[in-house]
């Protein structure tokens, strides 16, 4: 595969990926609001006892920003990578 080909690719990986991503961070959060208030606890119940269970927009408040990892390694691998190309690319002007 030529090297305007992959770079196309990449960009096109690139492009989904940060579509599925804002469509999971925007999406979700609703899903899991609308979700909570679907069905109410009743005061008293096991389900409420001590008020212990969680919120699935509390749950997802909570493990979001892990996501943002994998988001942040992903782009310096790409810093990276542009670098190496471009260093590629001179050594062969030279």
Known sequence: MSDSKKTIATIISLVVGLVIMVVLFQV????????????????GSAWDENNVSASG??????TAPLMYIPIVMLLIGLIIAG????????DREL
């Open 28 to 43: 979700v959060p609703l899903v899991g609001q609308s979700m909570d208030d679907a069905v109410t606890i009743p005061t």
């Open 57 to 62: 927009l509390d749950l997802w408040n909570s």
């Open 83 to 90: 670098i190496m190309v471009i260093r590629r690319d001179a």
